[in-house]
Nanobody, 115 residues
Framework: QVQLVESGGGLVQPGGSLRLSCAASGFLFSSYAMDWYRQAPGKQRELVAT???????NYADSVKVRFTISRDNVRNTVYLQMSSLKPEDTAVYYC?????????WGQGTQVTVSS
C-alpha cells in the first residue's frame, strides 16, 4: 500500500533553515507528482510546493525563493529545503500524492520557527 513518511522537522530560529524529507513506497514514485502541504493551528491545510514527475516545480507565493522542492527517484524521496524561515512558516508539514483517484498523506512533521 502507499506509504509516505516525513522527517526533518523541528524547532528553528527565524532566518534559519531546515530540510524535510518524505520517503515514499507502495507505488511507482517516479511516475507521480508529489506535493508538500502545511497546516498551521486554526488554519486550513495549504499547498506549499509541487514537483511533477519530470521535476517541474511550482510554489505558493508565500514561500517562493525561500523554499525548494526536489525529488530523488532512486531513493523514492521528495525533499523540501526551507530557508529564511519565518514564524509564520510554523505548521505541520505533510507529504501528499494523488494516485488513481485517491489522496494519500503522510503523518506530518512539525516545523516551529521561534526565537
Amino acid at each position: 500500500q502507499v506509504q509516505l513518511v516525513e522527517s526533518g522537522g523541528g524547532l528553528v530560529q527565524p532566518g534559519g533553515s531546515l530540510r524535510l524529507s518524505c520517503a515514499a513506497s507502495g507505488f511507482l514514485f517516479s511516475s507521480y507528482a508529489m506535493d508538500w502541504y502545511r497546516q498551521a493551528p486554526g488554519k486550513q491545510r495549504e499547498l506549499v510546493a509541487t514537483i511533477s514527475s519530470v521535476a517541474m516545480t511550482n510554489y505558493a507565493d508565500s514561500v517562493k525563493v525561500r523554499f525548494t522542492i526536489s525529488r530523488d527517484n532512486v531513493r523514492n524521496t521528495v525533499y523540501l529545503q526551507m530557508s529564511s524561515l519565518k514564524p509564520e512558516d510554523t505548521a505541520v508539514y505533510y507529504c501528499h500524492v494523488f494516485r488513481l483517484g485517491s489522496h494519500y498523506w503522510g503523518q506530518g512533521t512539525q516545523v516551529t520557527v521561534s526565537s
